[in-house]
């Protein structure tokens, strides 16, 4: 039997993450705040909303939310604040009955005055009570309930100011009562001095908490931990008497003297009230709140639930994230695990646990302007997702196979890879035999034999270089007609394809709307959609050219997207010119670049997205013009399509 080392003991982890628990993947969390940036979010905004909607196993911060006024709204509904008056009321009424059936059959005098009495009580229930605590019971029930009532009064007062009092006093003597009235005493001469800044408060709050420490179950570390779990009971106690009618109100002061039968005790808590509040002005004070429910409760139930509102109101204000400098860490775990269960805690817990690793692992970094943006790591992961999406459909098309060699060339880059089922390249030798040998050292010793899983071949690759500009249409009609997102996905495809396969390639990515200009990966996945009029195919064409020119020995390679046919062009002191429909003009410096890029034995490939009659015609021309074709496809297949055309293009 195994024996656990002395000292030592098993259980939840509660100090942080757990150390044991699988790490975070962050894959479905980054391609989502990706499509979030590439549409035109913020990597910030995105991040946000990726928390605010959660993902497929953790519910986000919209949700815990929404269960957090629902079930606020539920303490409202469900309750109202009358059950310490309904109850004393009951508790009377059953002693008066009581008093009454004892006196009926007593054919005395003494017992008419009685009666008489009884009749003349006043009919508010206070009232009642108060002219009734001089009165000589004679019937057993009567007394027992009216001291009942004394109880009650007493206990739940002290359970309004006192967290789990009433259940701690569940049956009061003399004693009891007058233990209570020397801690509150004690109490209010600690806070009195603590106040007046004495210099003895840390040993009199010592000493209190030595004597009296068992009416404090919170455990308070010092006089001002002391002080926050007092005013905070007693700013609820105080929510809830707002929240009660004036003459609801006017009942339990004037039933509150008759507290144990001890106008003491409510003197103490009123100069208990009148210092918290002068010590703890930043409380709630003065706000109440509607309950329109059956179910009654009493003073310290009441208090409690006005206790919880307030920490409701808390945690929504903490789930929205909305004040500055808001972090998931800052949520009280403790008080969402109370409020709305376990579940709410793991998943508030899964979620700050998710920000934290997207900003550990550097997923995020800071532009020069400050401005937070994806980091080179994030785009790499994006480009990989977006690369496997156009594997996948390039894989479907019929009478096609991946190719996993980098070139037809056949030159060994120093790699090598698992074989697949209709590899041709040769095998790596001596990292099959390694393979072999470690599977079977795994699997217990023996004889090797190879297994087709412990074959490897040796990796390929071209050693010609292509000069690539990508150039893609970021006019208005992109981001208005759902273009935008699948654009951004296709640059980033090929560029993952070039950076990983084909490093000797030299890839430019050419925006343009208005204007167009030469940009980094970064900066095209964070660009957001703006109201733009022109289409500058002349000068995207122009930009791209100039890339070609920097790479007279590669293969050049021209893929333009758009949408639209050019409406603009570039004159020669830079300015474009705009105009609907196009100007001959316009027509006229396009094409003639067109032949420019021709003459470098570039061909221009083009991806028509719409299909509008004018654009078709005119991308058509190019093509013809250039030696090259025009490929309409649908979205989804758009940067399929692309990495496609660059591939064969290359071949």
């Known amino acids: 039997m195994t024996q656990v080392p002395e000292g030592y003991s098993y259980g939840p982890w509660h100090e942080g993450p757990d150390p044991l628990a699988p790490p975070i993947d962050l894959r479905d969390a980054l391609d989502e705040i990706g499509q979030d940036v590439m549409g035109g979010s913020s990597p910030r905004s995105a991040l946000e909303e990726l928390l605010r909607r959660g993902t497929r196993n953790t519910a986000g911060l919209d949700e815990l939310t929404r269960r957090v006024w629902q079930r606020r709204a539920e303490i409202q509904r469900r309750h109202r604040l009358d059950g310490t008056l309904q109850e004393v009321q009951r508790l009377l009424d059953e002693a008066l009955a009581a008093e009454r059936r004892t006196l009926f059959p007593d054919p005395s005098d003494e017992a008419r005055f009685r009666e008489a009495e009884l009749d003349a009580l006043p009919p508010g229930t206070a009232a009642a009570v108060r002219e009734l605590a001089s009165y000589e019971w004679q019937s057993e029930q009567g007394r027992e309930n009216y001291e009942r009532i004394r109880d009650l009064l007493g206990r739940e007062m002290l359970d309004s100011r006192f967290e789990g009092m009433k259940d701690a006093l569940r049956s009061t003597t003399p004693q009891d009562v007058e233990r209570v009235n020397r801690m509150l005493t004690d109490l209010n001469e600690l806070l009195a001095a603590h106040a007046q800044g004495a210099d003895d408060v840390d040993e009199r709050f010592a000493e209190f908490m030595r004597n009296h420490g068992e009416f404090f179950p919170e455990n308070p570390q010092n006089v001002d931990e002391l002080i926050d779990a007092l005013a905070s009971r007693a700013a609820a106690a105080q929510r809830m008497m707002n929240s009660m009618s004036e003459q609801q109100r006017a009942e339990l002061m004037e039933l509150a003297q008759q507290a144990f039968g001890d106008p003491r005790l409510?003197?103490?808590?009123?100069?208990?009230?009148?210092?918290?509040?002068?010590?703890?002005?930043?409380?709630?004070?003065?706000?109440?709140?509607?309950?329109?429910?059956?179910?009654?409760?009493?003073?310290?139930?009441?208090?409690?639930?006005?206790?919880?509102?307030?920490?409701?109101?808390?945690?929504?204000?903490?789930?929205?994230?909305?004040?500055?400098?808001?972090?998931?860490?800052?949520?009280?775990?403790?008080?969402?695990?109370?409020?709305?269960?376990?579940?709410?805690?793991?998943?508030?817990?899964?979620?700050?646990?998710?920000?934290?690793?997207?900003?550990?692992?550097?997923?995020?970094?800071?532009?020069?302007?400050?401005?937070?943006?994806?980091?080179?790591?994030?785009?790499?992961?994006?480009?990989?997702?977006?690369?496997?999406?156009?594997?996948?459909?390039?894989?479907?098309?019929?009478?096609?196979?991946?190719?996993?060699?980098?070139?037809?060339?056949?030159?060994?880059?120093?790699?090598?890879?698992?074989?697949?089922?209709?590899?041709?390249?040769?095998?790596?030798?001596?990292?099959?035999?390694?393979?072999?040998?470690?599977?079977?050292?795994?699997?217990?010793?023996?004889?090797?034999?190879?297994?087709?899983?412990?074959?490897?071949?040796?990796?390929?690759?071209?050693?010609?270089?292509?000069?690539?500009?990508?150039?893609?249409?970021?006019?208005?009609?992109?981001?208005?007609?759902?273009?935008?997102?699948?654009?951004?996905?296709?640059?980033?495809?090929?560029?993952?394809?070039?950076?990983?396969?084909?490093r000797n390639d030299a890839l430019q990515l050419v925006t343009f709307g208005r204007y167009a200009a030469s940009v980094e990966l970064e900066e095209l996945v964070g660009l957001e959609g703006a109201w733009e009029q022109g289409t500058n195919a002349h000068h995207a064409l122009l930009l791209a050219g100039r890339h070609l020119r920097r790479h007279p020995d590669a293969q050049p390679v021209v893929l333009m997207v758009t949408d639209g046919e050019p409406t603009a062009h570039l004159e020669a002191d830079g300015e474009a010119v705009f105009d609907y429909p196009p100007r001959r003009e316009t027509l006229y410096k396009t094409l003639s670049e067109v032949d420019r890029i021709a003459k470098l034995g570039a061909s221009v490939t083009v991806f028509r997205l719409g299909d509008d009659p004018r654009l078709a015609d005119f991308v058509d021309l190019i093509a013809r013009r250039s030696g090259g074709r025009v490929v309409a496809p649908d979205l989804d297949g758009l940067g399929a399509a692309v990495v496609g055309d660059y591939l064969r293009t290359r071949r």
């Open 266 to 502: 409510a003197q103490q808590l009123s100069t208990l009230d009148s210092q918290l509040r002068a010590l703890r002005p930043g409380e709630d004070w003065t706000s109440s709140a509607r309950f329109r429910g059956q179910d009654p409760l009493g003073l310290g139930e009441g208090a409690q639930a006005m206790s919880d509102l307030a920490e409701l109101d808390a945690l929504a204000e903490q789930l929205a994230q909305s004040y500055p400098g808001a972090r998931l860490e800052d949520i009280d775990m403790e008080a969402l695990r109370r409020q709305l269960g376990e579940d709410a805690g793991v998943d508030a817990r899964r979620l700050s646990e998710l920000e934290r690793e997207l900003r550990r692992q550097g997923l995020f970094e800071r532009a020069p302007d400050g401005s937070l943006r994806l980091s080179p790591k994030a785009l790499r992961r994006l480009g990989e997702t977006a690369l496997a999406d156009v594997v996948n459909a390039l894989r479907g098309k019929a009478g096609e196979r991946e190719t996993e060699s980098a070139g037809a060339a056949g030159e060994p880059t120093g790699s090598s890879r698992p074989w697949r089922f209709g590899d041709m390249q040769p095998w790596e030798v001596s990292r099959t035999v390694r393979n072999a040998v470690l599977r079977t050292a795994s699997a217990g010793g023996g004889r090797v034999r190879l297994d087709v899983s412990d074959v490897e071949v040796v990796e390929t690759e071209h050693r010609s270089r292509a000069a690539v500009a990508l150039c893609v249409d970021t006019s208005w009609s992109m981001v208005q007609e759902g273009r935008w997102l699948p654009m951004k996905r296709t640059a980033l495809a090929l560029h993952q394809l070039i950076s990983t396969r084909f």
